[in-house]
Protein backbone atom coordinates (compact mmCIF):
# COMPACT_ATOMS: atom_id res chain seq x y z
CA UNK A 1 0.00 0.00 0.00
CA UNK A 2 0.95 3.78 -0.13
CA UNK A 3 3.13 5.33 2.13
CA UNK A 4 4.24 8.41 2.86
CA UNK A 5 6.77 8.89 5.50
CA UNK A 6 8.09 12.45 6.22
CA UNK A 7 10.99 13.40 8.32
CA UNK A 8 13.35 16.39 9.81
CA UNK A 9 11.24 18.30 11.56
CA UNK A 10 12.32 20.11 14.65
CA UNK A 11 12.75 23.39 16.96
CA UNK A 12 14.86 26.04 15.23
CA UNK A 13 15.13 30.19 15.82
CA UNK A 14 13.18 32.51 13.67
CA UNK A 15 15.14 33.14 10.51
CA UNK A 16 16.90 29.62 10.37
CA UNK A 17 16.20 26.94 7.97
CA UNK A 18 14.95 23.39 7.45
CA UNK A 19 14.32 21.01 5.26
CA UNK A 20 11.58 18.29 5.33
CA UNK A 21 11.21 14.90 3.36
CA UNK A 22 8.82 12.24 2.29
CA UNK A 23 9.87 9.06 1.74
CA UNK A 24 7.12 7.90 -0.49
CA UNK A 25 6.46 4.14 -1.62
CA UNK A 26 3.70 1.57 -2.78
CA UNK A 27 3.57 2.30 -6.09
CA UNK A 28 5.14 4.83 -8.85
CA UNK A 29 4.36 8.41 -8.09
CA UNK A 30 5.18 9.21 -11.94
CA UNK A 31 1.98 10.92 -12.75
CA UNK A 32 0.80 12.33 -8.93
CA UNK A 33 1.17 15.72 -7.56
CA UNK A 34 3.13 15.49 -4.54
CA UNK A 35 2.63 18.18 -1.65
CA UNK A 36 2.82 19.87 1.53
CA UNK A 37 0.12 20.93 4.51
CA UNK A 38 0.39 22.24 7.29
CA UNK A 39 -1.77 22.49 10.49
CA UNK A 40 -1.16 24.83 13.59
CA UNK A 41 -3.35 24.47 17.08
CA UNK A 42 -7.15 24.91 16.43
CA UNK A 43 -6.66 25.76 12.05
CA UNK A 44 -7.21 24.42 9.56
CA UNK A 45 -5.00 22.13 7.39
CA UNK A 46 -3.61 24.69 4.96
CA UNK A 47 -1.87 23.82 1.76
CA UNK A 48 1.72 25.00 1.61
CA UNK A 49 3.11 23.88 -1.72
CA UNK A 50 3.31 20.91 -4.28
CA UNK A 51 5.44 19.26 -7.28
CA UNK A 52 4.12 17.56 -10.33
CA UNK A 53 6.53 14.26 -10.30
CA UNK A 54 6.97 13.65 -14.05
CA UNK A 55 7.68 17.56 -14.74
CA UNK A 56 9.41 18.95 -11.68
CA UNK A 57 6.78 21.86 -12.04
CA UNK A 58 6.10 23.17 -8.44
CA UNK A 59 3.74 25.92 -7.37
CA UNK A 60 3.37 27.03 -3.88
CA UNK A 61 0.88 29.09 -1.13
CA UNK A 62 1.58 33.10 -1.22
CA UNK A 63 2.86 33.23 2.47
CA UNK A 64 5.95 30.87 1.53
CA UNK A 65 6.39 31.99 -2.03
CA UNK A 66 10.12 33.12 -2.13
CA UNK A 67 11.09 31.04 1.01
CA UNK A 68 10.06 27.51 0.82
CA UNK A 69 11.19 25.18 -2.01
CA UNK A 70 10.24 21.79 -3.11
CA UNK A 71 12.02 19.63 -4.60
CA UNK A 72 12.02 15.48 -5.85
CA UNK A 73 14.52 12.86 -6.20
CA UNK A 74 13.57 10.11 -8.03
CA UNK A 75 15.93 7.61 -7.53
CA UNK A 76 14.68 8.04 -4.08
CA UNK A 77 10.93 8.72 -4.50
CA UNK A 78 11.49 11.22 -1.52
CA UNK A 79 10.19 15.27 -2.17
CA UNK A 80 11.58 17.63 0.41
CA UNK A 81 10.61 20.74 1.72
CA UNK A 82 13.22 23.51 1.79
CA UNK A 83 12.08 26.16 4.26
CA UNK A 84 14.26 29.64 4.60
CA UNK A 85 13.42 32.26 6.92
CA UNK A 86 11.23 30.79 9.32
CA UNK A 87 9.03 32.58 11.23
CA UNK A 88 7.03 31.69 14.22
CA UNK A 89 3.93 31.56 12.35
CA UNK A 90 5.49 28.72 10.23
CA UNK A 91 5.06 26.78 13.62
CA UNK A 92 2.73 23.56 12.58
CA UNK A 93 2.45 20.17 11.91
CA UNK A 94 3.92 19.62 8.60
CA UNK A 95 2.17 16.43 6.35
CA UNK A 96 2.84 15.24 2.91
CA UNK A 97 0.65 14.51 0.72
CA UNK A 98 -0.35 12.69 -2.81
CA UNK A 99 -2.82 12.96 -5.48
CA UNK A 100 -3.48 12.14 -9.41
CA UNK A 101 -4.08 15.37 -9.50
CA UNK A 102 -3.86 19.11 -9.02
CA UNK A 103 -4.55 20.06 -5.55
CA UNK A 104 -4.60 23.33 -3.37
CA UNK A 105 -6.73 22.16 -0.41
CA UNK A 106 -6.77 18.93 1.72
CA UNK A 107 -10.40 17.93 0.42
CA UNK A 108 -10.12 14.94 -1.45
CA UNK A 109 -6.46 14.24 -1.16
CA UNK A 110 -6.25 10.89 -0.67
CA UNK A 111 -2.47 9.73 0.40
CA UNK A 112 -1.51 11.14 3.40
CA UNK A 113 1.92 10.88 5.64
CA UNK A 114 1.87 11.41 9.54
CA UNK A 115 2.75 14.61 10.16
CA UNK A 116 6.50 16.22 11.41
CA UNK A 117 6.41 18.68 14.26
CA UNK A 118 8.07 22.20 12.99
CA UNK A 119 8.75 24.78 16.20
CA UNK A 120 9.95 28.12 14.78
CA UNK A 121 10.88 29.65 18.40
CA UNK A 122 11.22 34.13 18.46
Known amino acids: QVQLVESGGGLVQAGGSLRLSCAAS????????MGWFRQAPGKERGFVGA????????YYADSVKGRFTISRDNAKNTVYLQMNSLKPEDTAVYYCAAQDRVFTTWRGVRFWGQGTQVTVSS
Open 26 to 33: GRSFSSYF
Open 51 to 58: IRWSSGTT
